[in-house]
């Protein structure tokens, strides 16, 4: 049995898998900035790849529901036994890489919830050690901010970031989730400065949401894949801190840097 351990938000991930050939191509396709130290491990991930799809009917989204002893994630591409705390899995997938990365998606946004921590839809920059997140659903130009700012700053993710309550306070973490942008996502943290609700406008302009609309705005942007009222009380707890404790803004933008100047010059 061969293994890659990489390491996502301050969480090491152990994958065994008996076909060495696929464990590489998974480490040169997606996950090579990410690799860690084997001595331990927050997950245990037992892989089974296959040449054929292990289920026959075309899903949009992953299905997370409890099943005895844990969690039964099915989606077109993989299916998957995981414990109750999202430490061990059990995954039989297709042989490719992007279905690892979306059974690693769904588990990520299941296991970081219990732990203070969430997945959200956005794209991130660490700018003189201090973390932007710019979050937003579909076409709101998450992809279209991490190509502005690429020369001005360090991208960390353009499509999916973590954010997580680490004991020095809140961490925004890039993740090798990334979208449009086409360009894997970088191992890199930084404190968490700002959260960004992204909106096309015809100048720009920044907006201080209160935390009441900054908490709906956020959970709305948070991945998730899980039913039932735990993962509801998870996610609520973990985003009420979050916005609790740091400011969102709606930026009302157009596709220049000069919101990044605007930005900028808010910043003490």
Request: glycine letters at 6%; proline letters at 4%.
């Amino acid at each position: 049995m061969q293994s890659l351990t990489i390491s996502i938000a301050n969480t090491v991930l152990n994958m065994q898998c008996s076909d060495q050939a696929f464990l590489q191509e998974l480490l040169q396709e997606r996950y090579a900035a990410f690799v860690a130290p084997q001595e331990t491990s927050d997950i245990f991930i037992a892989l089974q790849p296959k040449a054929t799809p292990p289920t026959h009917v075309r899903m949009e989204s992953a299905k997370v529901r409890q099943a005895e002893g844990g969690w039964r994630f099915v989606y077109d591409t993989f299916v998957a036994d995981v414990t109750s705390t999202a430490d061990r899995a059990e995954v039989t997938c297709l042989r490719s890489v992007y279905a690892v990365d979306s059974f690693l998606r769904a588990l990520m946004a299941l296991y970081l919830p219990q732990r203070g921590g969430v997945i959200i839809h956005a794209s991130a920059v660490r700018h003189a050690q201090r973390g932007y997140v710019f979050a937003g659903r579909s076409g709101m130009g998450k992809s279209t901010v991490a190509r502005l700012l690429s020369g001005l700053a360090e991208v960390l993710s353009d499509e999916l970031v973590a954010v997580r309550r680490m004991p020095e306070g809140w961490q925004v973490f890039g993740t090798p989730f990334w979208g449009d942008f086409a360009r894997a996502g970088v191992n890199l943290s930084a404190p968490l400065q700002a959260i960004y609700l992204l909106q096309h406008a015809e100048q720009h302009r920044l907006e201080k949401l209160s935390r009441r609309d900054a908490l709906t705005a956020i959970l709305q942007c948070s991945l998730q894949f899980a039913e039932g009222a735990q993962v509801a009380e998870w996610m609520l707890n973990v985003v009420s801190a979050l916005v609790r404790e740091t400011p969102v803004y709606r930026l009302h933008f157009l596709p220049d840097t000069g919101f990044w100047e605007l930005i900028q010059h808010g910043v003490s």
